[in-house]
């Protein structure tokens, strides 16, 4: 495998489903390979709200919420402001870059190509290098501006995954929704583990 491709960049903003975010790194850290963990400080804030948990270490989150995690994935904490990250520069290999949840501010600055934190440069590189880039928003309703940057971001190669899952599997409880969401995006990173069994 080419050096970099079992590397994978994991971004959190502050849209609503934190939830979301902390069982998908939950089941990464069972994953083999390496991921740079960019967070916005946003993410905490609604964190604290949804959860009633402070903190800023999102694994620690993620274990208090699921369980102590797995041993198989490194993580490396990435400073939201340092622009000057490995994740920034277009000649560091990754397979691929998701941002969950993605807040409708981080979509549309991702659409328009700001880079004005280290989320927003990490997922401009990752259109201009051609590497997947899957964005997980969450609103409700939306606006034309939303519906806008989506089809931007879509036209320009992105893969706009809504924290919207099915109900087909016949979910139990929450976690079977996140885990639902965390298959999907599994599948489009690039990854050969399944969470859910599939459809058949
Ligand atoms: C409790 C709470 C819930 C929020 N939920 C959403 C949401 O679901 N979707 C969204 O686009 N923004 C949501 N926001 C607003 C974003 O956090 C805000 O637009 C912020 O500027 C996003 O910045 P970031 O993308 O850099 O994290 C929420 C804010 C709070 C405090």
Same mark, same amino acid.
């Given at each position: 495998?080419? +050096?970099?491709?079992?590397? !994978? ?6 849209? #609503?489903?934190?939830? !979301?975010? $902390?069982?998908?790194? =939950?089941?990464? #850290?069972? &994953?083999?390979?390496? *991921?740079?963990?960019?967070? *916005? ?10 959860? %009633? ?6 694994? @620690? $989150?993620?274990?208090?919420?699921? /369980? ?9 904490? &990435? @400073?939201?402001?340092?622009i /000057?990250?490995?994740?920034? #520069?277009?000649?560091? #290999?990754?397979?691929? %870059?998701?941002?969950?949840? &993605?807040?409708?501010k981080s979509l549309a600055a991702i659409a328009h190509g700001l880079s004005s934190n280290l989320i927003e440069r990490a997922a401009d590189v *990752?259109l ?17 501006? +939303?519906?806008?940057n989506?089809?931007t ?10 924290? %919207? ?11 079977? $929704?996140?885990?639902?969401?965390? @298959? ?14 599939? =459809?058949?």
């Open positions: 495998m080419r +050096h970099g491709m079992n590397r !994978y960049i994991v971004a959190v903003t502050g849209a #609503s489903g934190v939830e !979301y975010a $902390l069982r998908f790194l =939950w089941h990464l #850290s069972h &994953c083999e390979g390496a *991921s740079d963990l960019i967070a *916005s400080p946003n993410f905490f804030r609604v964190a604290e709200t949804e959860l %009633m948990l402070a903190g800023d270490n999102l694994l @620690d $989150l993620a274990a208090k919420k699921f /369980g102590a995690l797995g041993e198989a994935h490194q993580f490396a904490f &990435c @400073d939201y402001r340092n /000057g990250a490995r994740a920034a #520069s277009g000649s560091a #290999s990754y397979r691929s %870059m998701v941002v969950l949840p &993605c807040s409708m *990752s201009k290098e051609r590497r997947p880039l899957i964005l997980c928003p969450r609103e409700t309703p939306l606006s034309a501006i +939303h519906l806008q989506m089809l971001l879509t036209r320009a190669g992105a893969t706009v995954m809504p924290l %919207m899952p099915g109900y087909y599997h016949r979910p139990q409880n929450l976690v079977d $929704l996140y885990d639902f969401m965390t @298959d999907r995006i599994f599948q489009h990173m690039g990854f050969s583990e399944r969470v859910v069994k599939p =459809w058949s």
